[in-house]
């Protein structure tokens, strides 16, 4: 794990709906105008250092996880699985137009429907499994694990920067430091491929947590590769009321909030500044987890 100075920052955006027109050309308006809920950029301060983990959950660790302490997985518990890719699967023909076949029982975090290595990601995880996967950990440990909070979270991906991404504003630069949707990806979505980034980053799928360059905290993939939950409640109106020190979310709600992208994201929605939502019980084929160690109080 890394660790994380305490600090301050600007969390959230000022864009204009033209800068964005400019930088992403090729998007509907309404997607340039529905991110309401990244506004308004405010100070935050996070008061205390935390560790961060260097890199996503991989697939071996999970592993060692279910087989050493016994827990069962939502996917496999509630037998409704997850999602997963399938190449002979059609959206258009389902009543959801997902872009993933699920919840099926043959996915799950085991099996996204591609190959992956310990050294993946794990996928197909949900938020219960996360504070699962914590909770063991800290009594392994003797120490206090949990999901970073949303602040920390973006805190963590800026690293000091102010841009859109941790390397920039430029949306083709992310094909260096991020495995998003581009070129690689591309052929396997065929209708999706105008919102694909030119570039390749290499992979069509998910990439071994430490193929791309960390970011100024040392810190991989905070953007790209898979979605991160964090332990903060979603609320579109959360930043107009947010205090200052170490916000913390609402004190209740029905969706939790996840950041950083994935390898199947577009550009305009792996900015640091993005929010995007699930319930607790969502399991899907993009998201994944990465932990927040707490710091041991000085005696």
Request: charged content about 25%.
């Amino acid at each position: 794990m890394v660790l994380i100075p305490a600090g301050e920052f600007l969390m959230g955006t000022d864009e204009s709906l033209a800068s964005l027109k400019q930088a992403y050309p090729d998007y509907e308006e309404r997607r340039l105008r529905d991110l309401d809920d990244e506004r308004p950029r405010h100070k935050v301060r996070i008061t205390r250092p935390f560790y961060l983990g260097k890199h996503l959950v991989t697939v071996g660790q999970f592993a060692r996880f279910v087989a050493q302490s016994g827990y069962v997985p939502e996917s496999i518990r509630d037998q409704t699985g997850g999602y997963g890719y399938n190449p002979g699967y059609d959206p258009e023909k389902t009543e959801r137009k997902d872009a993933f076949e699920g919840r099926n029982p043959q996915y799950s975090w085991k099996t996204p429907g591609f190959p992956q290595g310990d050294d993946h990601p794990v996928l197909n995880v949900t938020w219960n499994d996360a504070q699962a996967l914590a909770a063991w950990l800290s009594e392994k440990e003797k120490a206090h694990y949990r999901l970073p909070t949303e602040a920390e979270w973006e805190y963590a991906c800026r690293a000091g920067s102010t841009t859109r991404y941790p390397n920039g504003d430029d949306p083709e630069g992310l094909s260096f430091i991020a495995n998003t949707f581009d070129a690689d990806a591309a052929p396997y979505w065929p209708r999706l491929a105008g919102h694909a980034l030119k570039g390749h980053d290499g992979f069509a799928f998910t990439s071994p947590v430490d193929s791309f360059p960390p970011n100024a905290f040392g810190v991989h993939d905070m953007v790209g590769n898979a979605w991160e939950w964090t332990a903060d409640w979603y609320g579109e109106d959360t930043y107009a009321r947010s205090p200052l020190a170490d916000p913390q979310g609402p004190a209740s709600g029905q969706t939790k909030v996840r950041r950083g992208g994935s390898w199947h994201t577009w550009a305009l929605y792996a900015r640091c500044a993005f929010r995007n939502w699930n319930t607790p019980t969502t399991r899907y084929t993009l998201v994944g987890i990465r932990l927040v160690r707490d710091v041991t109080p000085s005696r």
